[in-house]
């Protein structure tokens, strides 16, 4: 069956770094344009960041530009967000969401000194 699984997460002290990954598996993952999303408690689920099919094109929400790089591997299946000089803002729990659309289960991000 269709499987987003995000690791990566854990606590960090602001200005660090995390890489979170997503793992795919049960659909055609190369041709689907993936997103980061992500939900801090209390508050909406927010997109972060998208990517194309073939990795050429991305977005980034501002408050992220600059600091966060999304990119893909298709021949691994897998989808990355590298979140460098971390705000306490950023702690949230990070999900990746496909095109069709299929979620992820999560992984939590936690920012704090």
């Known amino acids: 069956q269709v499987q987003l699984v995000e690791s990566g997460g854990g606590l960090v002290q602001p200005g660090g770094s995390l890489r979170l990954s997503c793992a795919a598996s049960?659909?055609?993952?190369?041709?689907?344009?993936m997103y980061w999303y992500r939900q801090a408690p209390g508050k909406e689920r927010m997109l972060v960041a998208s990517?194309?099919?073939?990795?050429?094109?991305?977005y980034y929400v501002d408050s992220v530009k600059g600091r966060f790089t999304i990119s893909r591997d298709n021949q691994k299946n897998t989808l990355y967000l590298q979140m460098s000089s971390l705000k306490p803002e950023d702690t949230a729990v990070y999900y990746c969401k496909s095109g069709i659309p299929y979620w992820g289960q999560g992984t939590q991000v936690t920012v704090s000194s």
């Open positions: 049960g659909f055609m993952f190369s041709t689907n344009v």
């Open positions: 990517i194309s099919a073939s990795g050429g094109e991305t």
